[in-house]
């Protein structure tokens, strides 16, 4: 269920959606008849959610999806940016949640509170409580302990070409370099470039044409931020980053990123 839509519904809307036979507790959807911020496995399923591809823990709804509500809590968004993070690293920022409140209209007193968990970015996670890291299954959470699946999750995988989208997404943080020079971090590069060599291990020529292009990606990014790192130190960081030399530098890096894109795809035969 899109969030966007979630943001736009009346309480009417809701009923309906949680009748429907498909709307089960799975990857994306967990009931709470009541709310216990306290509670362990609340902090399990935050991390879950942020760490897996987001979903929405609904307080107020039995396991037999029976609506019995909880009590108006208008220090709710407070309890949770305070309470929720205590013990997760790193903590979930406050706009990596959100929260839509419906009133029960049979029972004026009591209310539906949906609390969304946006899948977190790749430079913040994976988040861990007490010790564990969770992701999302179908229905549950499910700690991740072997050190293998830790990479296949959270970085190989990142680039498999079923998330394009996300890949896409990612780049694109470079061409915000001009602005932010620390967007993307340069981890995030070695391990697409991890990625590509696994691939190009086979001698493909290929992935071994693509590492390059990454690496040349790589080395004007650097340049780009060695650059603001001068005008800087200098006192010259707001001229800088108008300076012929780095807007130079930046529409090189868009440009490269657009045909390593395109290359990316056409190899994995997107």
Known sequence: MEWTKVTTWKFADFESWLRDLDSQECWW?????LIDLESQRIRNTFCAFANTNGGMIIFG???AKN????????????????IVNANILPAIPINGWDVKIFKIPRKRTKFIYCVYVFPSGYFIKPHVTEHKIYKRGNGENVPIHDGTEIRETFLINKFDPKNIS??????????????NPDHIDILYLKSLKGYLEDRSAGRNPEFNALSC???EIANLYENIKKKQAVGITTGENIGVLDSSSILDDCGRLSSKIDIFLNKFKEVHQI
Do not use: C, S
């Open 166 to 179: 996300d890949l896409e997404r990612d780049l694109a943080k470079l061409n915000n370099a001009r602005f």
């Open 67 to 82: 609506i019995t509500g909880v009590n108006e809590d208008n220090e709710l968004r407070t309890k949770i940016d305070r």
């Open 29 to 33: 959807h967990e009931w709470k008849e």
């Open 61 to 63: 709804v039995d396991n």
């Open 213 to 215: 292009m990454l690496t």
